[in-house]
């Protein structure tokens, strides 16, 4: 599963973008870098959850 290998490996470089132009930013930010890191690993997620219900599916 190439597809799902691109998907994390673009989504952790945009992130580590994010997260670096973050460093110079102020402590009211970082519940906002926390929110955007919950946002990541849900999104990281969906694709996981979907392979497992399409498996799940077709076992039943």
């Known amino acids: 599963s190439d597809l799902f290998i691109h998907w994390y490996i ?3 470089f ?3 973008e ?3 132009s973050l460093k110079k930013i102020p402590l009211f930010y970082w519940p906002a870098l926390l929110l955007a890191i919950i946002i990541y690993f849900v999104w990281a997620l969906i694709p996981i959850w979907l392979v497992v219900r399409v498996f799940y599916v ?3």
């Open 58 to 60: 077709v076992e039943l």
């Open 14 to 16: 945009i992130f580590k």
């Open 10 to 12: 673009n989504t952790y």
């Open 18 to 20: 994010r997260v670096s």
